[in-house]
């Protein structure tokens, strides 16, 4: 079964650092592509960024260009979320999510429980 | 970046009820859509891709359609679990966008 647990989250001040993990388990981590999606508060879904596979490959919402950087290790099962220059409308739930592919299309068909960023002084 | 306009951002039925809730892209996607549920407090979980499949495991209450830029979530009988909000989302290219989103109450 798969599972998908992101830690790393908490209470940082504006313009500082925060990386989030996500432990991956119940799969072959090393095969699938693996997103960041974030939610504010009360808001909706965001897509955040993307890595390939093998971690050659990225992708990134306007929004996050130039702060974020997405990482992996295969061999710890571990996807990162490295934050910097964090700023109020960061603040959200972040969830990573598992790419696979069905019938031509790229579906995120496991996501974790989420970890909360909260951006304030 | 490909817009995702979702109606409507709320609906209240009785169990048994028929239930649509549409998306329009801004262009052509193909059939490059999904649709998710989200319950309060958890992750999102896929139910349709590729906007007519069925995911394993999804009641077969649950359909998707499409016509031209246009997809629609269809609910054919609510039920009490059902209690959610719902979004779609494009993967024909990045950025990945998606609906506002759908509340779903029960009347």
């Known amino acids: 079964q798969v599972h998908l647990v992101e830690s790393g989250g908490g209470v940082v001040q504006p313009g500082r650092s925060l990386r989030l993990s996500c432990e991956a388990s119940?799969?072959?981590?090393?095969?699938?592509?693996m997103h960041w999606v974030r939610q504010a508060p009360g808001k909706g879904l965001e897509w955040v960024m993307f890595?390939?596979?093998?971690?050659?490959?990225?992708k990134n919402a306007d929004s996050v260009q130039g702060r974020f950087t997405i990482s992996r290790d295969n061999s710890k099962n571990t996807l990162y979320l490295e934050m910097n220059t964090l700023r109020p409308e960061d603040t959200a739930v972040y969830y990573c999510?598992?790419?696979?592919?069905?019938?031509?299309?790229?579906?995120?068909?496991?996501w974790g429980q989420g970890t909360l960023v909260t951006v304030s002084s | 970046a490909i817009q995702m306009t979702q109606s409507p951002s709320s609906l209240s039925a009785s169990v048994g009820d028929r239930v649509t809730i549409t998306c329009r892209a801004s262009?052509?996607?193909?059939?490059?859509l999904g649709w998710y549920q989200q319950k309060p407090g958890k992750g999102p979980k896929l139910l349709i891709y590729?906007?007519?499949n069925l995911q394993s495991g999804v009641p077969s209450r649950f359909s998707g359609s499409a016509s031209g830029t246009e997809f629609t979530l269809t609910i054919s009988s609510l039920q009490p679990e059902d209690v959610a909000t719902y979004y779609c989302?494009?993967?024909?290219?990045?950025?990945?966008?998606f609906g506002q989103g759908t509340k779903v109450e029960i009347k």
């Open positions: 999510a598992k790419e696979k592919a069905e019938n031509g299309s790229w579906v995120f068909d496991s």
């Open positions: 119940g799969f072959s981590f090393s095969k699938y592509g």
């Open positions: 890595v390939s596979y093998d971690g050659a490959y990225m």
């Open positions: 262009q052509g996607i193909r059939n490059d």
């Open positions: 590729a906007a007519f």
């Open positions: 989302l494009q993967d024909y290219n990045y950025p990945r966008t």
